[in-house]
């Protein structure tokens, strides 16, 4: 290879974007997603096992992860989606059209389009 630096500084380059982009979503998805709104649907998720494998020297050593059953909860608001983990028993109670409010929403974002 001609340029040794050239190419860690674009691997480099590329790596900050990808950085950038996840803490991007991230702070997306936390800070901007309606907290509050209008019931769409439920849907309960039955659980499930991946397998996660590792290098281990030579080795790979394979583990299998367990993903527990869940329920959710997709609200709109001003023509915007979110969806929201929520107990067994909101997933149960609530109903198509109900006024959903999320347990990271502020006070105010509940009191909101009642």
Request: proline share 4%; with cysteine.
């Amino acid at each position: 290879m001609k340029h040794p630096v050239a190419a860690i500084a674009a691997v480099a380059s590329v790596g900050v974007l990808l950085l950038a982009l996840v803490a991007w979503l991230i702070i997306d998805h936390l800070f901007f997603d309606i907290r509050a709104g209008f019931v769409r649907g439920v849907e309960h998720h039955e659980a499930y096992y991946t397998t996660q494998c590792t290098p281990v020297g030579s080795a790979t050593v394979c583990t299998p992860l367990h993903h527990p059953e869940r329920w959710s909860v997709a609200i709109e608001r001003d023509g915007e989606h979110a969806s929201w983990n929520i107990t067994e028993q909101e997933h149960d109670e609530l109903q198509r059209g109900e006024w959903y409010c999320s347990t990271a929403a502020e006070p105010e974002e509940c009191e909101g389009a009642r």
